[in-house]
């Protein structure tokens, strides 16, 4: 009978030493690589005074009914309108007139309802919301207050603050000639806009808006979405005609 000698064994044991070094070492490297890029992947962005980086252009789901569920977006629900309100709404009939089918500014609720994409361009003292839909931005300062008696405006008097990493963004002072999304929820000059925008990961903000409006709506409500960032995207040119015939006519509704 053949017999090896116990002096290979050890040659035996280091040859299949290192044949197997090299794998592990290989295992543990791809699993550290798999676990840095998923880190990577759910770190939060920060700027350099360590906040979220809310910078970016931003893909949003395009929200028409703010009450609906949809993808990437949570519904309000039945709104608990006032009787005024109610009255209002059922009155509402987008076929015979759509402000912005005039090109007036769409407000600060249905622009951020447009499914076009917004840019937003952050520093420690203020936030700048660039909608590419009719080219309108609105700039918002961090860590003040509201000014005493604001005039009303379109997109409202707003004002920011940070809750941990949330950026809070508080807006009054709206005037009465907008609707809150396009089938024509209502509001009054009353409302009161909260919103609160979320860097999630590395690559999405979860956003929330809370509407107030005693004279339209019986308690707050809100509706909570997901906005994607599109590093690949640009803001681009936006064109409203006004007078445009075809709209003032009946021709397209």
């Not at 890029?37 to 931003?58: Q, S």
């Amino acid at each position: 009978m053949t017999r090896i000698s116990s002096s290979f064994v050890p040659v035996a044991l280091l040859a299949a030493a290192l044949v197997s070094a090299p794998r592990a070492a290989m295992a543990q490297g791809g699993a550290s690589a798999k676990t840095e890029a998923k880190a990577e992947a759910t770190a939060i962005p920060r700027t350099p005074d360590g906040k979220p980086d809310l910078r970016g252009v931003w893909q949003r789901p395009y929200v028409p009914d703010m009450t609906r569920n949809a993808r990437d977006q949570v519904g309000a629900g039945a709104l608990p309108f006032t009787e005024e309100g109610a009255a209002i709404f059922k009155a509402y009939d987008p076929a015979k007139f759509d402000y912005t089918g005039r090109c007036l500014p769409q407000g600060l609720t249905r622009s951020m309802n447009s499914p076009f994409p917004m840019e937003i361009f952050q520093s420690p003292g203020k936030v700048a919301f660039l909608y590419e839909a009719w080219n309108v931005f609105h700039i918002v300062p961090i860590g003040r207050e509201h000014p005493k008696n604001p005039d009303d405006t379109w997109m409202g008097n707003s004002v920011a603050r940070w809750e941990g990493d949330t950026l809070v963004v508080d807006t009054i002072k709206f005037n009465d000639k907008t609707n809150l999304d396009t089938v024509g929820h209502p509001h009054s000059d009353q409302m009161h806009v909260v919103e609160r925008f979320t860097r999630t990961d590395a690559t999405h903000i979860g956003y929330e808006v809370t509407v107030e409006d005693p004279k339209i709506f019986t308690r707050p409500w809100k509706n909570t979405r997901v906005f994607t960032l599109r590093p690949d995207w640009e803001i681009m040119e936006y064109s409203c005609e006004e007078n445009n015939k075809d709209f003032n006519e009946g021709h397209i509704k």
